[in-house]
Protein backbone atom coordinates (compact mmCIF):
# COMPACT_ATOMS: atom_id res chain seq x y z
CA UNK A 1 0.00 0.00 0.00
CA UNK A 2 2.48 2.23 1.14
CA UNK A 3 4.45 1.66 -2.39
CA UNK A 4 1.27 2.39 -4.27
CA UNK A 5 0.88 6.25 -2.49
CA UNK A 6 5.08 6.65 -3.24
CA UNK A 7 4.46 6.21 -6.83
CA UNK A 8 1.30 8.14 -7.23
CA UNK A 9 3.44 10.94 -5.42
CA UNK A 10 6.46 10.16 -8.00
CA UNK A 11 3.61 10.71 -11.15
CA UNK A 12 2.33 14.19 -9.94
CA UNK A 13 5.66 15.65 -9.96
CA UNK A 14 6.63 14.71 -13.13
CA UNK A 15 3.47 15.60 -14.61
CA UNK A 16 3.82 19.12 -12.61
CA UNK A 17 7.53 19.40 -14.34
CA UNK A 18 6.11 18.74 -17.23
CA UNK A 19 3.52 21.56 -17.34
CA UNK A 20 4.02 24.19 -20.02
CA UNK A 21 6.11 27.06 -18.49
CA UNK A 22 3.88 30.45 -18.47
CA UNK A 23 5.06 32.55 -21.06
CA UNK A 24 6.96 35.58 -20.32
CA UNK A 25 4.75 38.59 -20.26
CA UNK A 26 4.35 40.26 -24.07
CA UNK A 27 4.91 43.83 -24.16
CA UNK A 28 3.64 45.52 -27.34
CA UNK A 29 4.63 48.76 -28.21
CA UNK A 30 1.95 50.76 -28.43
CA UNK A 31 2.50 53.47 -30.77
CA UNK A 32 -0.52 56.26 -29.82
CA UNK A 33 -1.21 58.57 -32.95
CA UNK A 34 0.88 61.05 -32.36
CA UNK A 35 -0.78 64.58 -34.21
CA UNK A 36 1.10 67.62 -34.01
CA UNK A 37 -1.21 70.22 -31.93
CA UNK A 38 -2.85 72.07 -34.96
CA UNK A 39 -2.41 75.84 -34.17
CA UNK A 40 -4.92 78.10 -36.10
CA UNK A 41 -3.20 81.16 -38.12
CA UNK A 42 -3.38 84.03 -35.82
CA UNK A 43 -4.06 86.97 -38.38
CA UNK A 44 -3.20 90.72 -36.72
CA UNK A 45 -6.61 92.60 -36.41
CA UNK A 46 -6.95 95.13 -39.53
CA UNK A 47 -6.30 98.99 -38.39
CA UNK A 48 -7.76 101.17 -41.21
CA UNK A 49 -5.70 103.81 -41.88
CA UNK A 50 -6.78 107.00 -40.57
CA UNK A 51 -9.06 109.48 -42.68
CA UNK A 52 -8.05 113.25 -42.53
CA UNK A 53 -10.40 115.67 -43.54
CA UNK A 54 -9.76 118.70 -45.89
CA UNK A 55 -11.10 122.05 -43.28
CA UNK A 56 -12.23 124.33 -46.51
CA UNK A 57 -14.00 121.86 -48.89
CA UNK A 58 -14.50 118.26 -46.71
CA UNK A 59 -12.96 116.01 -48.70
CA UNK A 60 -11.03 113.11 -47.60
CA UNK A 61 -7.46 111.91 -47.60
CA UNK A 62 -5.28 109.38 -46.30
CA UNK A 63 -2.57 111.87 -45.15
CA UNK A 64 -3.06 115.42 -42.92
CA UNK A 65 -3.93 118.38 -44.34
CA UNK A 66 -1.36 120.56 -43.37
CA UNK A 67 -1.39 123.30 -46.41
CA UNK A 68 -1.26 127.14 -45.72
CA UNK A 69 -4.48 128.86 -46.82
CA UNK A 70 -3.37 131.34 -49.67
CA UNK A 71 -5.96 133.91 -50.34
CA UNK A 72 -6.56 135.74 -53.83
CA UNK A 73 -7.81 138.93 -55.15
CA UNK A 74 -10.57 138.85 -58.22
CA UNK A 75 -11.83 141.34 -60.08
CA UNK A 76 -16.04 140.55 -59.85
CA UNK A 77 -16.97 144.05 -62.14
CA UNK A 78 -19.48 143.71 -65.47
CA UNK A 79 -16.22 144.35 -67.39
CA UNK A 80 -13.80 141.84 -65.41
CA UNK A 81 -15.21 138.77 -66.20
CA UNK A 82 -15.12 136.01 -67.17
CA UNK A 83 -13.01 134.56 -64.21
CA UNK A 84 -10.64 131.86 -64.29
CA UNK A 85 -10.80 129.16 -62.44
CA UNK A 86 -13.33 130.90 -59.82
CA UNK A 87 -14.62 127.37 -59.51
CA UNK A 88 -11.68 125.91 -58.23
CA UNK A 89 -11.64 128.35 -55.05
CA UNK A 90 -12.70 126.05 -52.01
CA UNK A 91 -14.70 129.17 -50.71
CA UNK A 92 -15.29 131.91 -53.11
CA UNK A 93 -16.39 135.15 -51.39
CA UNK A 94 -17.98 138.18 -53.19
CA UNK A 95 -18.34 142.05 -51.72
CA UNK A 96 -18.61 145.42 -52.23
CA UNK A 97 -14.84 146.72 -51.12
CA UNK A 98 -15.14 150.49 -51.91
CA UNK A 99 -18.37 152.52 -53.13
CA UNK A 100 -19.84 150.55 -56.27
CA UNK A 101 -16.47 148.20 -56.50
CA UNK A 102 -17.40 144.39 -56.14
CA UNK A 103 -15.16 141.51 -55.60
CA UNK A 104 -14.34 138.50 -55.03
CA UNK A 105 -12.11 136.68 -52.14
CA UNK A 106 -10.79 133.08 -53.20
CA UNK A 107 -9.41 130.89 -50.61
CA UNK A 108 -7.54 127.83 -51.89
CA UNK A 109 -6.43 125.25 -49.44
CA UNK A 110 -3.64 124.14 -52.37
CA UNK A 111 -2.72 126.76 -54.25
CA UNK A 112 -0.26 125.24 -56.00
CA UNK A 113 -2.48 123.11 -58.13
CA UNK A 114 -4.42 125.81 -59.36
CA UNK A 115 -2.22 127.21 -62.47
CA UNK A 116 -3.87 130.73 -63.07
CA UNK A 117 -6.23 132.46 -60.99
CA UNK A 118 -8.07 135.89 -61.57
CA UNK A 119 -8.30 138.51 -62.92
CA UNK A 120 -6.33 140.01 -59.90
CA UNK A 121 -6.95 143.27 -58.70
CA UNK A 122 -5.26 145.55 -55.47
CA UNK A 123 -6.26 144.12 -51.86
CA UNK A 124 -8.59 146.21 -49.32
CA UNK A 125 -9.07 146.65 -45.99
CA UNK A 126 -11.92 143.84 -45.81
CA UNK A 127 -9.45 141.47 -47.55
CA UNK A 128 -6.77 142.07 -45.33
CA UNK A 129 -9.47 141.64 -41.97
CA UNK A 130 -10.55 138.31 -43.71
CA UNK A 131 -7.18 136.76 -44.58
CA UNK A 132 -6.10 137.95 -40.85
CA UNK A 133 -9.29 135.45 -40.02
CA UNK A 134 -8.00 132.31 -41.70
CA UNK A 135 -4.00 132.57 -41.30
CA UNK A 136 -3.88 133.06 -44.85
CA UNK A 137 -1.22 133.91 -46.98
CA UNK A 138 -2.84 137.06 -49.35
CA UNK A 139 -2.21 137.78 -53.10
CA UNK A 140 -3.36 140.52 -54.70
CA UNK A 141 -1.85 143.54 -57.59
CA UNK A 142 -0.98 146.24 -55.08
CA UNK A 143 -3.13 149.02 -54.03
CA UNK A 144 -3.01 152.32 -52.05
CA UNK A 145 -0.59 153.10 -48.93
CA UNK A 146 -3.89 153.32 -46.88
CA UNK A 147 -4.94 149.56 -47.83
CA UNK A 148 -1.22 147.96 -47.61
CA UNK A 149 -0.38 149.66 -44.39
CA UNK A 150 -3.96 148.76 -43.40
CA UNK A 151 -2.44 145.01 -44.30
CA UNK A 152 0.54 145.46 -42.19
CA UNK A 153 -1.26 146.26 -39.47
CA UNK A 154 -3.37 143.36 -39.47
CA UNK A 155 0.16 141.46 -39.35
CA UNK A 156 -0.76 139.14 -42.53
CA UNK A 157 1.77 137.88 -45.28
CA UNK A 158 0.64 139.13 -48.80
CA UNK A 159 2.32 139.85 -52.17
CA UNK A 160 2.11 141.92 -54.56
CA UNK A 161 2.06 139.62 -57.65
CA UNK A 162 2.16 142.90 -59.91
CA UNK A 163 5.11 144.07 -58.76
CA UNK A 164 6.73 140.46 -58.53
CA UNK A 165 6.41 139.54 -61.76
CA UNK A 166 7.89 142.23 -63.39
CA UNK A 167 11.22 141.12 -61.50
CA UNK A 168 12.16 138.91 -64.90
CA UNK A 169 15.71 138.81 -63.57
CA UNK A 170 14.58 136.57 -60.59
CA UNK A 171 12.45 133.78 -61.69
CA UNK A 172 10.69 133.06 -58.80
CA UNK A 173 9.40 136.49 -58.70
CA UNK A 174 8.88 136.45 -62.39
CA UNK A 175 6.84 133.10 -62.20
CA UNK A 176 4.13 134.75 -59.51
CA UNK A 177 1.88 135.75 -62.33
CA UNK A 178 1.48 137.07 -66.02
CA UNK A 179 -0.69 139.37 -68.23
CA UNK A 180 -2.45 138.03 -70.81
CA UNK A 181 -3.36 141.10 -73.57
CA UNK A 182 -5.32 138.97 -75.69
CA UNK A 183 -7.79 138.07 -72.74
CA UNK A 184 -8.48 141.98 -71.84
CA UNK A 185 -6.30 144.67 -72.41
CA UNK A 186 -6.16 147.38 -69.43
CA UNK A 187 -6.00 146.77 -65.54
CA UNK A 188 -8.17 143.25 -65.96
CA UNK A 189 -5.58 141.03 -67.78
CA UNK A 190 -3.32 140.00 -64.39
CA UNK A 191 -3.50 136.24 -62.75
CA UNK A 192 -1.91 134.64 -60.53
CA UNK A 193 0.35 131.44 -60.95
CA UNK A 194 -0.71 128.92 -58.12
CA UNK A 195 2.53 127.04 -57.95
CA UNK A 196 4.37 130.20 -58.37
CA UNK A 197 3.01 132.38 -55.98
CA UNK A 198 3.39 128.89 -53.18
CA UNK A 199 7.15 128.31 -54.37
CA UNK A 200 7.78 132.23 -53.99
CA UNK A 201 6.43 132.32 -50.70
CA UNK A 202 8.64 129.30 -49.72
CA UNK A 203 11.22 130.69 -50.29
CA UNK A 204 10.53 134.23 -48.85
CA UNK A 205 10.10 131.98 -45.30
CA UNK A 206 6.68 131.87 -45.17
CA UNK A 207 5.36 128.78 -43.71
CA UNK A 208 3.37 126.80 -46.72
CA UNK A 209 3.20 123.37 -44.50
CA UNK A 210 3.23 122.49 -41.09
CA UNK A 211 0.22 123.14 -39.93
CA UNK A 212 -2.18 120.50 -38.79
CA UNK A 213 -5.40 120.23 -37.30
CA UNK A 214 -5.87 123.96 -37.91
CA UNK A 215 -9.49 125.19 -37.04
CA UNK A 216 -10.94 126.76 -39.54
CA UNK A 217 -14.33 126.86 -38.21
CA UNK A 218 -16.53 124.65 -40.94
CA UNK A 219 -18.46 121.45 -40.04
CA UNK A 220 -18.59 119.03 -43.15
CA UNK A 221 -21.36 116.02 -44.03
CA UNK A 222 -21.61 113.92 -47.12
CA UNK A 223 -25.12 115.15 -47.62
CA UNK A 224 -25.24 118.87 -46.24
CA UNK A 225 -29.03 119.78 -47.35
CA UNK A 226 -30.63 121.10 -44.41
CA UNK A 227 -33.34 119.64 -42.53
CA UNK A 228 -36.48 121.18 -42.68
CA UNK A 229 -35.10 123.93 -45.29
CA UNK A 230 -37.75 125.26 -47.52
CA UNK A 231 -37.02 123.51 -51.31
CA UNK A 232 -35.72 126.39 -53.51
CA UNK A 233 -34.90 126.11 -57.38
CA UNK A 234 -33.42 129.72 -58.04
CA UNK A 235 -32.03 131.87 -55.10
CA UNK A 236 -31.77 135.80 -55.89
CA UNK A 237 -29.19 137.22 -53.15
CA UNK A 238 -29.01 141.23 -53.44
CA UNK A 239 -26.00 142.60 -51.85
CA UNK A 240 -26.24 145.88 -50.31
CA UNK A 241 -24.11 148.51 -49.16
CA UNK A 242 -25.64 152.40 -48.66
CA UNK A 243 -27.01 152.90 -52.40
CA UNK A 244 -25.19 150.33 -54.30
CA UNK A 245 -26.99 147.35 -54.67
CA UNK A 246 -26.02 144.21 -56.63
CA UNK A 247 -28.06 140.72 -57.58
CA UNK A 248 -26.57 137.38 -57.94
CA UNK A 249 -28.65 134.34 -58.56
CA UNK A 250 -27.97 130.82 -57.99
CA UNK A 251 -29.53 127.90 -60.08
CA UNK A 252 -30.08 125.01 -58.63
CA UNK A 253 -29.34 121.82 -60.74
CA UNK A 254 -30.89 119.12 -58.76
CA UNK A 255 -29.16 116.54 -61.28
CA UNK A 256 -25.44 117.36 -59.92
CA UNK A 257 -26.65 118.73 -56.38
CA UNK A 258 -24.88 122.00 -57.33
CA UNK A 259 -25.79 125.58 -57.92
CA UNK A 260 -25.00 127.91 -60.60
CA UNK A 261 -23.68 131.01 -60.61
CA UNK A 262 -25.46 133.88 -62.80
CA UNK A 263 -24.77 137.62 -62.64
CA UNK A 264 -24.97 140.66 -64.99
CA UNK A 265 -27.98 138.24 -66.46
CA UNK A 266 -25.51 135.55 -67.62
CA UNK A 267 -23.87 132.24 -66.65
CA UNK A 268 -20.99 132.56 -65.16
CA UNK A 269 -18.45 130.54 -67.48
CA UNK A 270 -14.76 129.89 -67.02
CA UNK A 271 -12.88 132.12 -69.55
CA UNK A 272 -10.42 129.45 -70.15
CA UNK A 273 -12.30 125.72 -69.67
CA UNK A 274 -15.64 127.16 -70.90
CA UNK A 275 -16.76 125.23 -67.58
CA UNK A 276 -19.54 127.11 -65.70
CA UNK A 277 -18.66 128.24 -62.40
CA UNK A 278 -20.84 125.71 -59.97
CA UNK A 279 -20.85 125.72 -56.12
CA UNK A 280 -22.17 122.77 -53.29
CA UNK A 281 -23.12 125.21 -50.76
CA UNK A 282 -24.59 128.87 -50.67
CA UNK A 283 -24.47 131.34 -47.85
CA UNK A 284 -25.06 134.82 -46.88
CA UNK A 285 -23.53 136.77 -44.35
CA UNK A 286 -25.32 140.18 -42.69
CA UNK A 287 -22.67 142.07 -41.64
CA UNK A 288 -22.63 145.22 -40.48
CA UNK A 289 -20.71 147.78 -42.29
CA UNK A 290 -19.27 151.17 -41.67
CA UNK A 291 -16.80 153.05 -44.19
CA UNK A 292 -12.89 154.47 -43.91
CA UNK A 293 -10.46 156.31 -45.41
CA UNK A 294 -10.53 156.20 -49.08
CA UNK A 295 -14.10 155.50 -48.76
CA UNK A 296 -13.56 151.41 -48.17
CA UNK A 297 -15.59 149.34 -46.45
CA UNK A 298 -14.87 147.48 -43.44
CA UNK A 299 -17.31 144.69 -41.64
CA UNK A 300 -17.86 144.44 -38.11
CA UNK A 301 -17.07 140.49 -38.36
CA UNK A 302 -16.91 140.44 -34.20
CA UNK A 303 -20.07 140.98 -34.07
CA UNK A 304 -21.43 138.49 -35.82
CA UNK A 305 -24.87 138.24 -37.44
CA UNK A 306 -27.25 136.17 -39.69
CA UNK A 307 -27.75 134.92 -42.94
CA UNK A 308 -28.91 131.95 -44.99
CA UNK A 309 -27.78 128.90 -45.84
CA UNK A 310 -28.66 126.42 -49.11
CA UNK A 311 -27.44 123.17 -49.86
CA UNK A 312 -29.20 120.35 -51.77
CA UNK A 313 -31.76 122.70 -53.06
CA UNK A 314 -33.24 123.62 -49.67
CA UNK A 315 -32.75 126.81 -47.55
CA UNK A 316 -32.94 127.96 -44.15
CA UNK A 317 -32.13 131.08 -41.80
CA UNK A 318 -28.41 130.55 -39.97
CA UNK A 319 -26.43 132.57 -37.52
CA UNK A 320 -22.94 133.30 -37.53
CA UNK A 321 -20.01 134.10 -35.23
CA UNK A 322 -16.85 135.21 -35.02
CA UNK A 323 -15.02 135.24 -31.28
CA UNK A 324 -11.47 137.28 -32.47
CA UNK A 325 -9.31 139.20 -34.76
CA UNK A 326 -7.56 135.82 -35.51
CA UNK A 327 -9.82 133.54 -35.62
CA UNK A 328 -12.83 131.77 -38.07
CA UNK A 329 -16.14 132.81 -39.01
CA UNK A 330 -18.44 129.96 -37.60
CA UNK A 331 -21.96 129.09 -38.78
CA UNK A 332 -25.19 127.87 -36.77
CA UNK A 333 -28.80 127.17 -37.38
CA UNK A 334 -31.22 129.16 -35.85
CA UNK A 335 -31.42 126.78 -33.04
CA UNK A 336 -28.01 127.18 -32.34
CA UNK A 337 -26.75 124.17 -33.79
CA UNK A 338 -23.62 123.70 -35.70
CA UNK A 339 -23.78 123.86 -39.59
CA UNK A 340 -22.73 121.38 -40.97
CA UNK A 341 -21.62 121.70 -45.12
CA UNK A 342 -21.97 119.49 -47.35
CA UNK A 343 -18.44 118.35 -48.83
CA UNK A 344 -17.29 120.54 -51.43
CA UNK A 345 -17.08 124.08 -52.20
CA UNK A 346 -18.37 126.97 -51.34
CA UNK A 347 -20.07 130.65 -52.39
CA UNK A 348 -20.12 133.38 -49.61
CA UNK A 349 -21.99 136.55 -50.31
CA UNK A 350 -21.05 139.34 -47.69
CA UNK A 351 -23.76 142.33 -47.33
CA UNK A 352 -24.84 144.74 -45.21
CA UNK A 353 -28.32 143.89 -43.19
CA UNK A 354 -30.24 145.88 -45.62
CA UNK A 355 -28.99 143.07 -48.37
CA UNK A 356 -32.11 140.28 -49.29
CA UNK A 357 -32.51 136.47 -49.96
CA UNK A 358 -35.27 135.68 -51.94
CA UNK A 359 -35.86 132.83 -54.06
CA UNK A 360 -38.21 130.33 -56.28
CA UNK A 361 -40.04 127.48 -55.20
CA UNK A 362 -38.84 124.17 -57.55
CA UNK A 363 -41.44 123.76 -60.43
CA UNK A 364 -43.59 120.52 -59.88
CA UNK A 365 -42.56 117.59 -61.87
CA UNK A 366 -44.61 116.21 -64.38
CA UNK A 367 -46.10 113.60 -64.48
CA UNK A 368 -47.40 110.85 -67.01
CA UNK A 369 -51.62 111.55 -67.85
CA UNK A 370 -53.65 108.20 -66.41
CA UNK A 371 -54.65 106.12 -69.32
Known sequence: MKKWIALAL???LLLCGCGKAPAEPTTEATTEATTEPTTEPTTEPTTEPPVYV???NGETS????????FATTISNTRDAIPHVNAQKADILMEMFVNGSVLRCLALFSDISQVEAIGSTRSTRPIFNDIASHYNAVLVHAGGTG????????????????????RKTDDPLKAGTAYRDKEYKHGEHNLFVIGSGIRDYAESDGQQVTGLPETDYGFIFT???TPANGEPTQNIKIRIKYNNTKKDTIMKYDAETGRYTYWQYEKMMVDQITEEPETFRNVVVMF???TTIGYGYHEANFLQGG???YACGGK?????????GDTEPFRFFTEAGEPLAFGVGNTYIAISSPAGEVTWTAPEPAETEPAA
Open 54 to 56: NPL
Open 62 to 69: NTPFTNRI
Open 222 to 224: EDG
Open 306 to 308: TGY
Open 146 to 165: FALNNANGYGIAHYNVDSLM
Open 10 to 12: VLS
Open 287 to 289: ADM
Open 315 to 323: IIPITWSCS
